[in-house]
T-cell receptor
């Protein structure tokens, strides 16, 4: 079993829809990251969370430490949101410098 | 402020050759991380350097190595290239421990033929 699991693996939505991507993890973490990867490979860091909720524009990220679960929400989705969204966790102890990644959720928003 | 820069953007090598990939972190960041994203697979942690030292290493063979220079830039070297080394190699930088988040480069796409 992967240490970081994302669902769904693929997601197709119509423009304007509310989107939720889920991430569950099984290891102790010091922080959780949501990343966005566009075709071509470049990665943008969207959020870093260690508790609660963060909002940036139409993006909202939440984390429940007790349940080891995080969600990324996109409100009023737009075709430019089409990308792969990756959940990554930063461990504790000697591994706290590096990230463990989920396999990503490929989002396609249709006009 | 310049972001994390990686070079080259694309690299084509023959099996058995060596590849050298370079990364310049954001000014002020002391940690550099290398990740491999093979086709159809998720990102895998390769190496973490901070203050010139290797801090942690992923589950990769010793022919994957690197170093960090006094100016905090870093090189990733892959020796005895194999076809399955073909992948996107991403570099990220952060302050120590990644406590304030990571900034990623655009990657080097290595193709081994």
């Amino acid at each position: 079993k992967n240490e970081v699991e994302q669902s769904p693996q693929n997601l197709t939505a119509q423009e304007g829809e509310f989107i939720t991507i889920n991430c569950s993890y099984s290891v102790g973490i010091s922080a959780l990251h949501w990343l966005q990867q566009h075709p071509g490979g470049g990665i943008v860091s969207l959020f870093m969370l260690s508790s609660g909720k963060k909002k940036h524009g139409r993006l909202i990220a939440t984390i429940n430490i007790q349940e080891k679960h995080s969600s990324l929400h996109i409100t009023a989705s737009h075709p430019r949101d089409s990308a792969v969204y990756i959940c990554a966790v930063r461990g504790g102890g000697g591994s706290q410098g590096n990230l463990i990644f989920g396999k990503g959720t490929k989002l396609s928003v249709k006009p | 402020e310049a972001g994390v820069t990686q070079s080259p953007t694309h690299l084509i090598k023959t099996r058995g050759q060596q590849a050298t990939l370079r990364c310049s972190p954001i000014s002020g960041h002391t940690s550099v991380y290398w990740y491999q994203q093979a086709l159809g697979l998720g990102l895998q942690f390769l190496l973490w350097y901070d203050e010139g030292e290797e801090r942690n290493r992923g589950n990769f063979p010793p022919r994957f190595s690197g170093r960090q220079f006094p100016n905090y830039s870093s090189e990733l070297n892959v020796n005895a290239l194999e076809l399955e080394d073909s992948a996107l190699y991403l570099c990220a930088s952060s302050l120590l421990w990644g406590g304030t988040g990571y900034t990623f480069g655009s990657g080097t796409r290595l193709t081994v033929v």
